[in-house]
Structures are given as C-alpha cells and as structure tokens.
C-alpha cells in the first residue's frame, strides 16, 4: 500500500430527485416511507488505483462522473457506499478559485488558502515570493479577486495549489483558461513534480495533454469506470464511445489481447451518425446539389473527429444532384478556432476532373492528405460549387460543419509542423568552413 498514492474502491454517489421540493417533506413526513424521489446514480462502483509518481488523466464525456469522483477523492463530498485512501498530503483546482473570498486580495487568498491547508502564517510568509513569481499578475494580487479576469484567477489558485507541495496534486479543468504561455508554464510544473515522486491526477478535455503527459487514463462513462489503460489505448477507445460505436465491441478492440481492427460498419447508418456535429454550422446555397453525408477517416480507417497529426487521414463526402451540372467543384478547408484559414483545397487545385454529373445521381469524393497541422482543435468545412460562365455558383455549402481534434505528442511553431529531421555535429574544424 506503500507505492499507492489514490485508492478508490466500490465508490458510488447516488443523488435523491424530487420533481417538487415539497416532495422532499412529504416523504419525510410519510407515515408508510413512501418514496417520492428518483435515484440518480452519478457514481456507481467506480475502483481504481494511482500510484506514487504517475501522471493519470480521466477523460469522459460531459456528465459522466469526472468533477465527482475528484470532488469524493479530495473530501469535498462523501460518497453514497465504498471507500477512498489517500497516502500524501493532496491540494486539489477543482474549480476555478474555489475557496477564495472575493473580498480579499490575491496575497490575502493565498494566506487564507495556505492555513486551510494547514499551513502556518510562518510557513505561508516564506511561500508568499514563489506565489507571486508563478502567478505573475503584477498589481493585480494587491486587488480584490472579485475584479480578476477568469485567467488571473487560474495563475493565483495554481500558483497556491503548487506552493504548497503537496504530494498529490488534483485539477480539474481549471487550466483550460489560461493563456497558452501559462499552460504551458502549468504543464513543465505539474511534470516537475512528477519527476519528484509526486502525484498527479487530472480531468480534462484536452486529449493532446492526456497523450503527452500522462502514461495512463482512466475512462468514465455514464457513473461508471468503463476502461483504464495506455494513454492512447484509452483515447483510441474513448473516440469510439464519442461517435457511439458499440460499447462491448469499443472494449473488446481497446484491449491488450486485440489481434486485428475490426471494418467499420456504416450500414448501421450515415457517416453522420458517427460525426459530432457543429450545431450551429452555416448550411447554404442553391440547392442543385447538396451534401447528403460525409465523414472524417483517421490512418486506420475509422471514422472519427479525433485525428493524429502527422498520420495520414481522409476526408469523404457524398453529394447528391438534383440537376445535371457540369464539372461540380468539391472543396474542404480547415480553420482555426478564430476563423483563420490553415489549410484546404479543391478538385480544380488537384487538377482533378469530375465530368458532367446527371441529375439524380450521387458521388463520392475522397480527400487524403497527411494531418500537418498542430494538436488542438479546428473547424471544417465543406463545399460543391460550380463555374457558370465566369460566375462561381455555390451548389451546396457547410460552414464550421464539425470539429477536428488533432492529437500530438510534440507541438513546434506555428499553425503546422515541417516534420523536420535534425543533423548534429560536434568539434567542427575551421578548414570544413
């Protein structure tokens, strides 16, 4: 039990709904212990181990349990059955400025948060300078938080959480608004201290981060720990549950044992039954033909919105026309979460000649390229268009359509990486100039 930092077993949180709250009372008062709630489950005999000096993300999707089983490990809430060990002092970002006092200035919240922690005002006195180094938020820490940005408040309870060293540190999706320089800064001190012999467990979205930094993952879906293994063994898994593939069949092919890679079966539907769509997309044009499915294909084939940069990927769409036309145009384009384009492009760039297409008849166009752009999120889009004379006629279009998520275990400069090889040479002599 030594080498164990974190020891979950058979947790379960289960809630009490009442349509009314005048329902709570009458069961209450009810002579016959009526029940006039509905159980929600929001953990259900969850069990898992960290141990000293790993770096575990748990990934899920929204609602699934994550902020809970955190919120049970660090003390916040007491769970419904089972039981958690902890070995180590743990500090814990649950929530973003969670514990401060609006009221008080920075340098006063760091004081109030060091002595719930346990700390002296002694102790916190000598940790005040590193605080204020980290955070880095000038006069500011001299102002009430009230008056602090989202970004100010995540330097401040980060630079107090790691001041205090603790021997297990727990986030929960708090470094998400901070600046990319802060992140990073974030990230160099969160694998400090696992090169320490620290712990650290945290919860994010940012499947990049999981892959670089942590060794493992643990998934939860729906209350339940559905899986834990190899960091891209789980994100491989937990992009099947995204699209909603068959569950039992996700976790058969997530496991060790696995021996080949099942065929994607698109006759169960569309490829948009398997995309996360943008609901809010742009949808437009003059209807004579029009984008009836499409789908994301990552290097082994399947369908997903979650794409590794620097493999190979392909982008399908089907298109189907109401009226005959004559060298239709297909076109993708990929954007950052800005709006500026990255990259793109179209059957006329690739000098690709599609012919005169009937009405009533559908095709597919393929786009296969290599994902050279930087890990993070991106928009695409979709197009079929036309040249009329000189005039472009916009058949169909579908503007920020969907997300892709490119995954990356290393991040160079710049909108996309030049996938460069690197010469080095040493003790080079002046007659080699």
Excluded at 70 to 90: D, Q
Excluded at 185 to 207: A, P
Excluded at 266 to 277: F, I
Aim: glycine share 8%; net charge negative.
């Amino acid at each position: 039990m030594s080498e164990i930092a974190i020891s979950v077993s058979h947790v379960s949180k289960t809630y009490q709904l009442y349509d009314k709250p005048t329902l709570r009372f009458k069961e209450a008062l009810s002579i016959h212990k009526r029940s006039y709630h509905k159980d929600f489950h929001a953990l259900n005999d969850v069990s898992f181990e960290v141990q000293k000096g790993e770096m575990v993300g748990i990934i899920g999707k929204n609602g699934a349990g994550k902020s809970t089983i955190l919120k049970i490990i660090t003390g916040v809430l007491r769970p419904t059955s089972g039981e958690v060990t902890i070995n180590g002092k743990i500090s814990a970002l649950l929530e973003l400025g969670a514990g401060f006092n609006p009221e008080y200035n920075g340098i006063q919240n760091a004081y109030l948060s060091g002595t719930m922690m346990g700390f002296s005002e002694e102790e916190m006195e000598k940790k005040i300078p590193e605080i204020l180094k980290f955070a880095d938020i000038g006069d500011f820490i001299r102002q009430p938080v009230k008056t602090y940005s989202s970004g100010m408040f995540a330097r401040l309870a980060f630079a107090v959480a790691i001041s205090v060293e603790p021997d297990i540190l727990i986030i929960d999706e708090a470094l998400s608004v901070g600046d990319v320089f802060f992140q990073a800064k974030c990230y160099k001190r969160m694998e400090d201290l696992k090169n320490s012999g620290k712990t650290v467990l945290f919860v994010t979205h940012d499947m990049g981060s999981v892959m670089k930094y942590c060794e493992r993952a643990i998934i939860i879906n729906d209350g339940r720990k559905y899986a834990e293994g190899p960091t891209r063994q789980m994100i491989d898994l937990y992009k099947k549950i995204l699209v909603g593939q068959d569950e039992e069949q996700a976790q058969q092919e997530g496991k060790e044992e696995k021996k080949t890679t099942p065929e994607l079966k698109v006759q169960k539907g569309t490829w948009l039954d398997y995309m996360l769509l943008n609901p809010n997309l742009q949808d437009y044009g003059d209807g004579r033909a029009r984008i009836v499915s499409f789908g994301i294909f990552d290097h082994e084939d399947q369908i997903s919105n979650t794409i590794y940069k620097m493999k190979q990927f392909t982008i399908k769409m089907r298109v189907k026309f109401q009226e005959t036309i004559e060298h239709p145009i297909f076109a993708f384009s990929i954007k950052d979460l800005k709006g500026n384009e990255l990259a793109g492009t179209n059957t006329i760039i690739e000098k690709t000649d599609t012919g005169i297409v009937q009405a009533g008849e559908m095709v597919e166009i393929s786009f296969t390229q290599k994902m050279v752009l930087q890990g993070g999120q991106h928009l695409l889009s979709l197009g079929c268009t036309g040249y009329e004379g000189d005039d472009l006629v916009v058949y169909h279009r579908l503007y920020d359509v969907c997300c892709i998520q490119v995954l990356s275990q290393k991040t160079t400069v710049g909108f996309c990486d030049l996938d460069s090889t690197v010469a080095y040479r040493r003790s080079i002599t002046d007659a080699e100039n």
